[in-house]
């Protein structure tokens, strides 16, 4: 059995996603909280919690500062955003600093129930849409900024083709298994270009290799 918090200060998004939740997740136990303070009393009174769905508008926090908050102070509970805000950057954000998934309240009932299966099994979840959106034009850099970018671009470069495919899947949070059966190739296969990805972009995880490709726009994503 699955035990889930959800923190959100509207009673009518908490009430749609227990009936979501109740409906297409069996065996699944979904407390709620109406602010970051009665989500850490939450946490506290009930050891054993799988995942904390968080709004990023509580009355008590905004932004990502609760994330940050709850990487510090429970950093052994996955975190995963649930926002209206879909902003490409944010998402970027959010699973930089530790959040297991990022699901826009828009998305559909289907799509979410997914979503929440694919995370409570462990593995990443971005919203594809966002993902492929490229950032914001004209934006200035600073001269460390525009360094930077041209590092990861000559990165980004020495990917293969078969590789931004699998960085693309990645992106789009499949675990190995979904990429082999998504790009019809041995899962030995995919772990071999995982590998490569990391290596060539000095990336620390999939997490990291995604965010340095994220920062380059829909092109790093571009499919060949």
Known sequence: MYSLLVADDHPLFRDALQAVVGAGLTDTQLLEADSLAAAMECIEAHEG???LLLDLSLPDTEGLAGLKTLRATCPWLPVAIVSAHQERQLVLDAIALGAVGYIPKSTPREQLLAALTQILQGQLYLPADVMRRPPPPNVPRSPGLEAKSEERQTRLARLTGKQRDVL???????SNKQIAR?????ETTVKTHVSAILRKLGATSRVHAIVI?????????AQR
């Open 182 to 186: 998504e790009l019809s190739i041995a």
């Open 168 to 174: 693309r899947c990645m992106a789009q949070g499949m």
């Open 213 to 221: 490709a994220s920062d380059e726009g829909a092109g790093a994503f």
């Open 49 to 51: 919690l799988d995942l």
